[in-house]
């Protein structure tokens, strides 16, 4: 068909302008249409295509219309994005160094700039002679975390057990907050070094007084 063909069925009203409802099937050009000429509310929601709208147009949005999890990754700094804990319930000797029983965790961090808070209480320590010295730390990946230098047992927390009769006890806390910088896996332990022997979950003399041991690290944003 011809577009002289295609134009006479086009009607003209008196004053020379095409009558409205003629151009019915026409497609207008790209960018002729404005803002202007579209009525406001009536695109529908299914006239959108998926996500036509980005989030630089989107000004603010009511907490109501939130429902789910917030990604780990996109949580607010402060926020706790992992807890994790390890526990001994039992009851054993040691000496020399080593790691207490149980008392190692392992991570992965969400972020490179995620810290870590590690609390750990070794509920009672009991020494079994006079004069032991013990020092307790954490470590990771097998390092130990603590930092100072220059005496013969240096540890974030250390004391000297004096009493005679091999019953005195201590139940120890340590607390650190960890930096590592990675999202590599990273494993927790807390680790201790003494000159002497001690019990670990009860009092040196006896089983009279028993506690168990717990370790906690929480991955903060």
């Known amino acids: 068909m011809s577009k002289a063909r295609d134009l006479a069925r086009v009607m003209v009203d008196t004053s020379g302008l095409i009558a409205a409802g003629n151009l019915g099937n026409a497609v207008p050009a790209d960018g002729s249409i404005t803002s202007a000429k579209i009525a406001d509310g009536t695109i529908a929601t299914a006239d959108l295509a998926d996500s036509a ?11 109501s219309k939130l429902t789910g999890q917030v990604p780990r990754a996109n949580a ?7 807890a994790l804990q390890a526990t001994n319930n039992s009851v054993y000797a040691i000496s020399g160094t080593g790691t207490f029983t149980n008392l190692s965790i392992s991570i992965t961090p969400t972020s490179s700039s995620s810290r870590f808070l590690l609390l750990a209480n070794i ?7 006079n004069g032991s010295t013990i020092a307790l730390n954490f470590a990771r990946n097998g390092s130990s975390l603590n930092y100072i230098s220059g005496g013969s047992y240096n540890g974030m927390v250390t004391f000297v057990n004096a009493d005679t009769n091999a019953g005195n006890t ?3 806390t340590i607390i650190f907050i960890d930096s590592p910088n990675t999202t590599s896996a990273i494993t927790y ?8 022997n001690k019990w670990v979950g009860r009092r040196g003399q006896d089983g009279y007084i028993a506690a168990s041991q717990q370790f906690q690290v929480l991955e903060i944003a």
């Open 123 to 129: 509920g009672q320590i009991g020494h079994s002679g």
């Open 76 to 82: 607010p700094s402060g926020s706790i994005l992992q």
């Open 170 to 172: 201590t139940g120890p």
């Open 189 to 196: 332990s807390v680790i201790y070094a003494l000159d002497g």
């Open 53 to 63: 709208v980005t989030n630089a147009k989107i000004a603010a949005l009511a907490a």
